[in-house]
């Protein structure tokens, strides 16, 4: 199960996200935001929830904290099972995600780790998963982020102050948790395709889970802006997405990277294909003859 929390408007790319969520039947995804009403679409659950009525939940209350601003919701990522009981309970793994992201097949990537009953499995580089991460559902877990030093004073804090992506797991590994800390992004092994919920590297043929197009990824968000639109209308149609970088002059640099996400032509593939196996027969020698010397 994950569970992500977005107050205000949903990105521009929110059906996108959405494609590559449903391609997960594996795994439930709970949404929380304030546009779309309480619903489930296939293995999505949307709810209906704002950051005024977040904050009514009975363990802030308890607690005394507040979340200030919609993106200070991050650092309340380890506090998820117990400001959500009724909805984490019947799962045996837990996490927390990103909407600016496009998955691939997530179980195939992280499941050997979750029969192995590991603790916190990461996707991140070095264990900060912001944009997605799984916990174990136990009791021991889920009360951990208690012990954080200081931990009201940090969440009454109107900044982010990553609790979830590196406090937290520094935590994790203090008290001797099984920790599963790999990276699962295709960002470093590019280009990749996404293609029928699979996301793989066209270098080395290697599987991911996920590719993180947000942070600090240089133009990641305004190509996910531009290209929603004609991303969205190409994977309906059963298309191919290519993730990709290309590098370009620069002001302050000689060289700046840039990282794009196009829709990949199936057609252009396709004659690909047929032109390999013309020039593979125009080189082979017809029935009956042999080649000249």
Known sequence: MVLIAHFGKLPEWFDVWLHTAKF???????????????????????HDMTLTHCNQ???LKV???EIKNPYKFCDYRPLIAELFPEIVAPYEYWGWGDLDVIYGDILSIVEPSFDKKLDYVSTGWQGES?????LRNSEQVNRLWRLLPDVHS???????????????????????FSCDIVFRECLFDLPAQWKDGKLRSLRTDMEYA????????????????????????????????????????SRRRLVA???????????A??????TQRLQKLGNSPLPGKTQEP
């Open 24 to 46: 997960n039947p594996g795994i439930d995804f709970h949404v929380f935001q304030e546009v779309i009403a309480t619903s489930q679409n296939g293995n999505v659950f949307f």
């Open 57 to 59: 939940l009975p363990l």
């Open 63 to 65: 607690e005394g904290c």
């Open 130 to 134: 912001g944009p997605l991460g799984f």
């Open 154 to 176: 940090k969440l009454n804090d109107e900044r982010y102050v990553r609790i979830d992506e590196r406090q937290f797991i520094s935590l994790l590994k203090a008290n001797d």
């Open 210 to 249: 996920l590719y993180h197009f947000g942070g600090g990824v240089p133009g990641g968000r305004s190509e996910m802006v531009r290209k929603s639109g004609a991303l969205i209308r190409h994977l309906r149609t059963g298309g191919a997405i290519l993730v990709s970088k290309k590098f370009r002059p």
């Open 257 to 267: 990277t840039k990282y794009c996400v196009t829709p990949r032509n199936r057609i």
């Open 269 to 274: 593939e396709a004659l690909r294909g047929w």
